[in-house]
């Protein structure tokens, strides 16, 4: 059975650094896109970007490119996504994300969901 | 990117009744059209993919249709398991980006 388990819900203050986690298994990590979609409070679905773990080849929404750094740890079947600098507006449920094979555009199995909350 | 646009926002229906969601895409994005469902406080869940093809486990009510901008989600008999927000998106190109949403209540 596959399983996307992620890392617990945040509160960070503006300017911190921040790294979310999504433990996975139940399939081959390192032959799946995995990636990451926001979800702003009471907004609608937003693709952030994806990982090939195989080879790490990351792709990016031009939306999110050089906000975010996603990356993966084969030995840990885990993704990540991470900010060095958080603003207020990143606060949002961001949920983990499988792709099917061989796209990285169709999500086929979502985490439940990392709450941040960036207040000051 | 390919913006989608869903249409209607929202809607009110019944157990029991038909309901249609469009979406239109800005660009011709052949059959490459999933449909998400996604329930209060929780994950979404890929329902259909390539326009018409119900993901396992997805019940028979639900159908799509639809080619090149124009796509449509049909739900025959709504359940109230049902009540629920409806994504589309294109899976077409990266970065593949979804509709508004279409919120399904009572």
């Known amino acids: 059975e596959v399983q996307l388990v992620q890392s617990g819900a945040t509160l960070k203050k503006p300017g911190e650094s921040l790294k979310i986690s999504c433990n996975t298994s139940g399939y081959t990590f390192s032959s799946y896109w995995i990636g990451w979609v926001r979800q702003m409070p009471g907004k609608g679905l937003e693709w952030m970007g994806v990982i090939y773990p195989g080879d790490s080849d990351t792709r990016y929404s031009p939306s999110f490119h050089g906000q975010v750094t996603i990356s993966a740890d084969e030995s840990t079947s885990t993704a990540f996504l991470q900010w060095s600098s958080l603003k207020a507006s990143d606060t949002a449920m961001y949920y983990c994300a499988r792709h099917l094979i061989p796209t990285m555009t169709t999500v086929d199995y979502w985490g439940p969901g990392t709450l941040v909350t960036v207040s000051s | 990117d390919i913006q989608m646009t869903q249409s209607p926002s929202s809607l009110s229906a019944s157990v029991g009744d038909r309901v249609t969601i469009s979406c239109r895409a800005s660009?011709?994005?052949?059959?490459?059209l999933n449909w998400y469902q996604q329930k209060p406080g929780k994950a979404p869940s890929l329902l259909i993919s390539?326009?018409?093809s119900l993901q396992r486990g997805v019940p028979s009510r639900f159908s799509g249709s639809g080619s090149e901008t124009d796509f449509t989600l049909t739900i025959t008999s709504l359940q109230p398991e049902d009540f629920a927000t409806y994504y589309c998106q294109q899976s077409h190109s990266t970065p593949p980006t979804f509709g508004g949403g279409t919120k399904v209540e009572i």
């Open positions: 390539v326009a018409s």
């Open positions: 660009q011709s994005i052949a059959r490459f």
